[in-house]
């Protein structure tokens, strides 16, 4: 697995510190053990340190924004549109305003007057979160169309993306850039380099098959080593498994069980493409088998470790393997890390507390399983992360999503989609009554 400090390094740009200081081969810089924020093993306090500078107007969270800002911002709007929560406008404003003319984002701009660095200052995991969570507002299609338009033109000659304009292609990023695409109802198929490649054949370069272990079959590595091979990681695979089905972040609560995932089925003589998995199902099913297996044999939790450190519970990885079991209908397996992370000794609850991207991930979690985020381990995750930012200019009155059961909105040309919801909330306007949750997601299927 990721190391720690990497894991919470990962999201939108904190992985170009890691990897200068942890080197590329620690990868994925992603979210283990973190909810993808500033890399830190603890949660911060949702107000500032005595003597702390001043935050940023309408920005979630009270850490510093220079590694995860851009991050944990869309991963806000993206859980509180799972439940029925509408951002105040200042926040949506923040988060529009750190597009840079060209589309991209940074993963934090401090001064909006200045141009940002195309070739240094520009994430596609980013612009990719970015993308999703304002696809979820209302009338920001203009801003979701210059995030998109931003990633075709650096997508990969593979079909992938890697973290900067011109880096690697990596499953992380990749997956992320899919989500972009699915949350603003573009098929991600359909977005081909010059090669003719498209994402979904970038992902399968990712992926083990059977020339590799029995038990690492179908996982996801991050990227290969010096001698071209891949090892399995936790984040790396949810994330495949995830984007390999066409879904981002939001993903609508599970209505159907497997009792089993679909490993990956090897004929002993295969070699080359014939040893992967067939498909996006077969690649996605093989996945959602190795992280169901990996999960049952690690008390349902997945973990990360520092080089020569005990291995620790990776929450945000596990989080994220529980959204990619739900979305491939593997409610089943889905229940056993979803009920490990509501346990009051897993620490999970602690992990997140005060912290919006790690209670977004929570929260977005609880909603694909089937788990109630208003009362998760006794926690109302809602109430906690909207109390990191602005306060929310709605709140839907039973707390439910009202963009249909199966979690797909009707799209408008903004780029969002509407459903209708009851306002309320201590200090609203009266007369508001009813508003418009705008959903922004459709799954794009097989």
């Not at 979904?200 to 010096?226: H, M, S, V």
């Not at 509407?418 to 459709?442: N, Y």
Request: charged share 20%; aromatic share 6%; proline share 7%.
């Amino acid at each position: 697995m990721a190391p720690s400090f990497a894991v919470h390094a990962r999201r939108g740009a904190v992985a170009l510190a890691c990897a200068v200081a942890v080197g590329a081969a620690a990868a994925p810089l992603a979210n283990a053990a973190g909810a993808d924020e500033a890399p830190s093993a603890t949660a911060s306090s949702s107000a500032p340190a005595p003597g702390a500078r001043k935050l940023p107007k309408g920005l979630y969270g009270a850490k510093d924004p220079k590694f995860d800002a851009v991050w944990r911002q869309s991963l806000a709007f993206l859980a509180q549109d799972a439940v029925g929560v509408t951002p105040a406008t200042e926040a949506i404003d923040w988060l529009t305003q750190q597009q840079c003319a060209d589309g991209g984002f940074p993963a934090f701009r401090p001064d909006t007057r200045k141009s940002c660095d195309p070739k240094k200052g520009e994430f596609s995991d980013a612009t990719g979160a970015a993308v999703q969570a304002l696809a979820a507002v209302e009338g920001r299609g203009a801003d979701v169309a210059k995030g998109l338009d931003w990633l075709t033109r650096h997508q990969n000659k593979d079909g992938g993306w890697g973290m900067n304009p011109g880096s690697p292609s990596d499953p992380n990023s990749t997956a992320v850039v899919i989500g972009a695409f699915a949350a603003a109802d573009k098929d991600p198929g359909k977005v081909t380099a010059r090669s003719g490649k498209n994402p979904y054949d970038a992902l399968r370069n990712f992926q083990l098959g059977c020339d590799a272990k029995q038990g690492e079959r179908g996982a996801f590595g991050y990227l290969p080593d010096k001698d071209g091979k891949l090892s399995p990681n936790g984040l790396a695979t949810a994330d495949g498994a995830l984007a390999a089905q066409g879904w981002g972040f939001l993903v609508a609560p599970a209505k159907r069980s497997d009792s089993e995932p679909k490993p990956l089925t090897c004929d002993d003589g295969a070699k080359g493409d014939a040893a992967k998995a067939a498909g996006r199902q077969g690649v996605a099913d093989a996945a959602a088998a190795y992280l169901a297996a990996t999960l049952s044999a690690g008390d349902q939790h997945l973990t990360s470790a520092m080089p020569g450190a005990e291995p620790q519970p990776d929450y945000g990885s596990t989080a994220d393997a529980v959204i990619a079991l739900a979305a491939g209908g593997h409610k089943d397996a889905a229940q056993g890390p979803l009920k490990w992370l509501q346990a009051s000794k897993s620490g999970a609850l602690t992990w997140a507390k005060g912290d919006p991207g790690a209670l977004a991930k929570l929260v977005l979690a609880a909603h694909a399983g089937g788990a109630d985020p208003r009362a998760f381990g006794g926690t109302d995750l809602v109430e906690q992360l909207n109390a990191t930012g602005p306060t929310p200019a709605a709140v839907s009155s039973d707390g439910e999503t009202k963009d249909g059961e199966d979690g797909k909105g009707d799209k408008d040309d903004d780029g969002g989609g509407t459903g209708v919801w009851w306002v309320v909330g201590v200090g609203l306007v009266a007369g508001i009554g009813i508003g418009f949750l705008l959903s922004g997601r459709k799954k794009q299927r097989l």
